[in-house]
């Protein structure tokens, strides 16, 4: 645990990042969270702002300085990956970090209520979402008379995946098929191109998000957590 000197020192930088510019305060939310990342990762995290005085003092209502999407998966808590505390993130998990109506509005929320500087959209190493959806689609150029057709690959592959999580499915099959045209077959990078599909669907799904970034109130940064190492790759900021 961190000392009460440490984490007052680190409150108060975020009482100052609000007088910042939107830019500023962009940056310096997400370099505090790179920060507690590295700490997680060198499994010296802190677990800042867990103690009960914090738990009440935010009784009266939260001021989180960054939105997350990511993957409801087990092992990719928010919290502990960037080693951030009781009001620090504004959080949206679903499977495979698939963008619903619920989530989007979650994060529209975030940023038109809560005037969170960043949505970080995070991916993972070994998503079993899209791992499922390109086996799915491998299975289908295995039988294909046609190998080279992957268009027709990814739809036949889209039938059988939908069967059971039919909306997570279709955005997860989505990136395959757009990895696929580009040739790429290699997970990690399957991951990286996910983390692009949902921050361009989640521009193109928001007039409020897209407010938000024109008026440069708003940062979508986008990173992938590698479980190897705990550490988190930035993929666009
Ligand atoms: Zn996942």
């Not at 951030?84 to 975030?110: K, N």
């Not at 390109?134 to 889209?158: C, E, L, M, N, R």
């Not at 990078?189 to 949902?198: F, K, N, P, V």
């Not at 440069?216 to 590698?226: D, N, Q, S, W």
Request: proline content about 3%.
């Amino acid at each position: 645990m961190t000392s009460q000197i440490d984490n007052a020192n680190s409150r108060e930088d975020t009482t100052a990042l609000s007088e910042m510019n939107e830019e500023n305060r962009a940056n310096g939310t997400w370099t505090r969270m790179l920060q507690g990342n590295k700490r997680f990762a060198q499994g010296t995290s802190e677990h800042p702002w867990q103690d009960a005085e914090t738990r009440r003092s935010l009784l009266q209502g939260q001021n989180p300085q960054a939105a997350i999407l990511t993957c409801s998966d087990s092992r990719v808590p928010a919290e502990i990956i960037f080693d951030q505390g009781l009001g620090d993130l504004f959080t949206v998990r679903t499977a495979g970090a698939t963008i619903d109506q619920a989530g989007l509005e979650s994060l529209e929320y975030a940023v038109d209520h809560l005037h969170v500087s960043i949505i970080v959209v995070l991916t993972h190493q070994g998503c079993s979402i899209l791992q499922e959806a390109a086996a799915s689609v491998q299975k289908d150029d295995a039988v294909s008379q046609d190998p080279q057709d992957t268009a027709a690959a990814a739809s036949i592959g889209t039938d059988k995946a939908t069967s059971s999580m039919p909306f997570t499915m279709k955005q997860a099959l989505k990136t395959i098929e757009i990895a696929h045209k580009a040739e790429i077959t290699n997970p990690n990078d399957i991951e990286r191109i996910h983390i692009s599909m949902q921050i361009e669907r989640l521009v193109d799904q928001s007039e409020v998000i897209r407010q938000a970034l024109s008026q440069e109130k708003l940062k979508i940064i986008g990173a992938r957590y590698v479980m190897t190492n705990g550490l988190v790759e930035v993929l666009s900021f």
